[in-house]
């Protein structure tokens, strides 16, 4: 602001000898024309209006007869009388005694070879006091305001920087005190910084799930890793404080292998979990036949004949991840051919309700009471434990409703204790593909 103050100050200080000059040659021209509408000639005789000034804003107005001698007006002090040729419509300078004069001459005809000469005269103004003028005006003035625009550029950048400086400061505390909840103040508006600061919130959301999912994984893990740790830690000491015989050797270790094949399902679970927990992007999404889908991985699930039977036709279209569903079609006939007695079926079926695909899998089993039913969607809850198999964690419920909430759907369940369940799963219906 500085620089730019004074290179404008210079700027004036050129221009202002030009811009005087030219004012003080417009008053002469005006001046002397004006006057010129006021002569009149009357019997050969110069008459004067009484309008005409022969002395007006710094300009003197001479009158002279054709022969150059003076009828009227005051030649200023120090102005030369004589030896200035008379030139019609020409401003000329002229250099007397150190001053400078403007000259201007505008010539009256009467008749063919009469008429009078009108001469102006105007002392040039001297640039000097108008830059000295703007010198000290610039001298009082240009401070005051390169200092109020000082001030004034740091409250706005101050005011404008604001949000960065709540980022910096919330990427400080989360840095110092691993404070994932912590978020920036989006300002309103489109502008960069509201842009950055919803940008850095959604990193540190993406940031805050991925530390939660693991924490997750990791409680998890712990929890359910404890008891075939256990386990096979016992069957380790009582295999080296007794001296077991081959049949109790392979015994232990059959009930070693057991719990490692029980620890590395759980593990697997558990990482499926997690990943599930980070979410599922926009482009892992494409339209997917739920129908053809679900008689698939119904032809591909190792049961007895008979016994599942799926009645879901093709032509049920969603918007999903192929290996999801499959995941969650297949963690609900496990369930169902695990609860349900070995000779009942388990039946797959599929249908649209309004806008949405319904597809629901139905076992024979023995139903879940309804003090359990909001409870067996939560991570290793188990309703009859006693019946899970070596292979159960209790995750499977779980894994169906987190799949069904990532495609923006939803898993219901009826049951009659008794008579069986019937697990729902609601997604969306698109179009198919060749209809778009």
Known sequence: MAAMAALTLAGAVLASSAV????????????????????????????????????QDGVYTLVYSQSQALLAG??????????QPFENGVIRTVEEGGQTYYLMDLFYPHGWEDGVWLRGV??????????????????????????????????????????????IDTAAAIGEGADLTARVEVPRGNREFARLGAAFNQMVERLEAAFEAEKRFTADASHELRTPVAVISGACEYAEKFDETAEERSETMAIIRRQTDRMSALITQLL????????????????????????????????????????AGPGLWVRGNPPLLARLLQNLIDNALKYSPPDSPVEVGGGREGERVLLWVQDRGPGIPPEHRERIWDRFYQVDPSRAGAGG??????????????????????????LGSRFTLALEAVRPPEEK
């Open 393 to 418: 964690a209790g995750l499977g419920l779980s894994m169906v409703r987190r799949i069904a909430q990532l495609h923006g759907g939803d898993v219901r369940l009826e049951s009659v204790p008794g």
């Open 74 to 83: 005051q030649v200023p002090a120090g102005f030369p009388t004589t030896g």
């Open 272 to 311: 499926s979990m997690t990943r599930l927990d980070q979410g599922v992007g926009e482009e892992e999404l494409e339209p997917v036949d739920l129908g053809a889908l679900a008689c698939t991985v119904c032809a591909e699930t190792p049961c007895q004949p008979g016994r599942l039977a799926c009645a």
């Open 122 to 167: 105007m002392e040039a103004p001297r640039a000097g006091r108008t830059v000295n003028s703007l010198l000290t005006l610039g001298a009082v003035v240009l401070p005051a305001f390169i200092l109020l625009c000082a001030l004034g550029g740091f409250w706005i950048a101050r005011r404008a920087f604001r949000p960065l400086d709540q980022i």
């Open 20 to 55: 005087v000059r030219g004012n003080a040659l417009d008053d002469l021209e005006r001046t002397l024309r004006e006057n010129l509408q006021q002569v009149s000639m009357d019997s050969g005789s110069f008459q004067a209006g009484e309008d005409l000034r022969y002395y």
